[in-house]
């Protein structure tokens, strides 16, 4: 999960001015794709929960600065008790931990 978030997305501009830039220096771009990220069957339940409730995420703003306080448990709970899902004790676990593993990664590069 850590993956998808630490990498910093290159627009198709960006990344022809990246390749322009290193042929200029004579280094010869890789066009190997990166690997697929995979996860565990046991873990698909939390994964696509995030995925659900990934925009659930509290923030609190100063001037020039945004940071990321975690996930809104109380949020989730009301979005699981609407949407009439159930999920297990373990899956919530699961779902904290990547939450925290988000929470740490966009407050490195904020900070």
């Known amino acids: 999960m ?3 978030y630490v990498r910093t997305p ?3 501009a960006e990344q022809r001015q990246i390749d322009e830039e290193m042929s200029l220096l004579g280094i010869k ?3 190997d794709s990166e690997p697929p ?3 565990w069957d046991e ?3 939390a994964i ?3 995925l659900q409730v990934q925009d659930l995420m509290r923030y609190s703003y100063g001037p020039g600065i945004a940071v990321c306080e975690g996930l809104d448990v109380l ?3 009301a979005d699981s008790e609407l949407s ?3 999920y297990g004790k373990q899956d919530y676990q699961k779902l904290r931990l990547i939450a925290h593993t988000v929470t740490t990664i966009f407050n490195d590069k904020a900070g």
């Open 2 to 4: 850590r993956e998808l």
């Open 10 to 12: 290159v627009s198709q």
């Open 29 to 31: 771009a890789s066009n």
């Open 37 to 39: 990220i995979e996860f």
């Open 43 to 45: 873990h698909q339940v």
């Open 48 to 50: 696509t929960w995030w």
């Open 75 to 77: 949020a989730v709970k």
């Open 84 to 86: 009439g899902t159930e």
